[in-house]
């Protein structure tokens, strides 16, 4: 890495293209059988005729729907305009199929990835000296079962935000596992972990999925969040985030990903803030 690519500002580009890399490294399929697809096609075709007659979409519409497309399909942003605009209902519906009483689920957005550093109990995650001026967030908490066991040797993976709203791997000039790490619960199930206080996020909206925000008067906002993924053998993983009470957008999300149960209640101590939140997983199906 040299200092000229520290000197750059992440663009919707730059970030879009990794995170379309990133998913496309993955071959992805489903066994969806043709009468799934064609009920499902059907129903989304006749979605889109109902707005066209709805809205009477004029041919000037059309074309810069069709522009609009290719060029979130250029910028690699299609992950990023599926994530916030679509996830939230996916992650949903799927939710709901089951009869799970554990923890919620959320997002998973762009920018997971898998194979992060393993952390010694009590660790602190990857970071720069310039993260180390934020407020330290001390982070801790049991991995449950339903019945209240501790499960050790939980794996807790967990990822977010510098305090520029920037994630490694993602932003050019940031050490490859900053704000990345696998905690492993101890035989109890506990863990603990100091990170630093995320800052609300900006979506990238310097390109398409910023075009497409303010042509309706939206805005590009996140509330400042974890990213979690919590697994166990034997147990449902759960994807997830967690917010902070109180937080700029926690009601405003412009992915739609918060819950009132995945909102943190931190107290501020001499040497930062600490928070505790236990995770309680549902059986595998
Ligand atoms: C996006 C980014 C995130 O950090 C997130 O949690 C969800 C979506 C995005 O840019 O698409
Ligand atoms: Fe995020």
Redesign the pocket.
Known sequence: MTSADQAVDPTAHD?GNK?TDKFKANRVSSDTSKERANAIYTDLLAAIAQVAHKHEVTYDEYNVLKQWMIDVGEYG?W??????FV?HEIEEVNYNRHDYTGTKGS?????YVTNSPKLPWNGEMPMREQDKKCTPLYFEGQVTDLEGNGLGGAEIELW??DEE?Y?SQFAPGIPEWNLRGTIVTDEEGRYKIKTIQPAP?Q??HDGP?GWFIESYGGHPW?PA?L?LRVSHPGHRTITT?LYFDGGDYVDND??T?TKPELILHPTTGDDGNHVNYPFVLDKED
Do not use: F, K, M, N
Not at 79 to 84: K, N
């Open positions: 970030s995170a942003e992950p990023l305009w599926l994530d916030v996830e997002i998973e957005g762009p920018y977010h935000a709203g994630y996020y979506i990238p999925t996140r969040h990213h985030q412009v992915a990903a």
